[in-house]
């Protein structure tokens, strides 16, 4: 068993019984201002571990939410791919320890309706709201967790790279519901973190005709580096009026992933499915797109969502992300962040300054 020793020697004991009083936090103020401050460190309930976080990517909600502003109220911590070491077990926990290395994983759903007894828990009947809520994330020293909603790393997986778990769940289920096989077109839009992810997992999957729509030139640079054949500015890209419906664009996929949620991406990627295809909306915006929908019923496309993740999908990523050859550092920015990195990453990661995962180490603050 892999444990919290190989996280720079930390010690911790059950029931939260030698966890420091303080820790540091990078916390919302409003946007583009975060500061770093100490926090108390969260005690587990009955039903919940401590973790000692190792490493949190930044995702593009963390752009939306701590950059521009969605949602988020002031005095809160972000940050929700994360992986680390439980530090501490709430009384009620059985088969977990203090040491064992984890990821954040799903939230726990009902398990009772009807969603989630076909396997979709994605689509829960009794989710609340599109987040259930936000408790304090992982852009801190520790983040506390039900134990039902973490998952145990596979041996040899190194924390900086298990901490794409998430993420990578969110751009497998985006496979998932487009339903791609290896003889398959494929087109993904966006080449930010899930789109690189979704190459990398085509191109682990054997599918190899992908072409990526990015106007960054280096994001285009990683996603050929990633696996895909092509990848282009979206000014080549072909696009129709509303009364050439039928026309076809010579680079017309079967499937087209959309990873970017912005508006023009999203109807650019409309024009690019061909006859019988999906086009997948992975990435979400506020910006909403106009579909011809004479074009959808003469061609007969699928428009279909994909929120968060398959049933069992942490566990699918953990396996990808160990297995022999999967990219890992190359979707990964070589130089990490402390907390108080995070502004300054958020905006490189806007303005396409940075093209990898950015992932922010705690333990290097202060």
Not at 5 to 20: A, D, F, K, Y
Not at 114 to 143: I, L, W
Not at 157 to 177: D, F, K, M, Q, Y
Request: proline share 6%; net charge negative; with cysteine.
């Amino acid at each position: 068993m892999r444990n919290l020793t190989q996280m720079s020697g930390s010690t911790g004991e059950s029931n939260g019984g030698s966890l420091p009083d303080v820790m540091t936090a990078a916390v919302y103020q409003s946007p583009g201002v975060i500061t770093v401050e100490e926090r108390p460190v969260p005690r587990p309930e009955p039903d919940q571990v401590v973790v000692r976080v190792h490493s949190c990517g930044i995702c593009g909600s963390d752009i939306h939410q701590l950059r521009d502003g969605w949602g988020l109220p002031a005095g809160v911590v972000a940050g929700h791919e994360w992986s680390g070491a439980i530090a501490a077990v709430g009384g009620a926990v059985t088969g977990w320890s203090v040491g064992e290395l984890v990821v954040g994983g799903p939230s726990p759903k009902c398990g009772t309706c009807r969603r989630c007894r076909e396997g979709k828990p994605s689509q829960c009947e009794n989710r609340h709201s599109m987040t259930d809520g936000h408790t304090d994330g992982a852009f801190a020293e520790y983040v506390v967790a039900r134990a039902a909603g973490v998952v145990r790393l596979p041996d040899g997986l190194l924390p900086r790279h298990a901490a794409l778990a998430e993420p990578l769940s969110v751009a497998l289920h985006g496979i998932t519901r487009s339903g791609v096989t290896p003889n398959d077109r494929v087109m993904v839009f966006g080449a930010g973190p899930i789109g690189a992810l979704s190459i990398a997992a085509l191109h682990a999957m054997g599918v190899t005709d992908v072409t990526v729509v990015e106007p960054n030139e280096r994001r285009r640079r990683l996603a050929v580096s990633l696996g895909a054949a092509e990848a282009i500015d979206p000014a080549d890209l072909e696009v129709f009026p509303s009364w050439e419906p039928e026309k076809q664009s010579s680079r017309a996929a079967h499937v087209v992933l959309e990873c970017s949620g912005h508006r023009a991406a999203i109807e650019a990627a409309f024009c690019q499915v061909r006859r019988g295809g999906i086009l997948v909306m992975v990435g979400a915006g506020i910006d909403h797109p106009t579909f011809d929908i004479n074009r959808m019923i003469l061609n007969e496309l699928t428009v279909t969502g994909s929120f968060i993740y398959d049933l069992g999908g942490f566990e699918r990523a953990l396996e990808l992300l160990a297995s022999d050859g999967f990219p890992c550092e190359l979707l990964i920015e070589p130089e990490a962040v402390a907390l108080d990195g995070i502004t300054g990453a958020l905006e490189g990661l806007a303005v396409g300054k940075i093209a990898g995962k950015v992932m922010v180490v705690p333990e290097a603050s202060g």
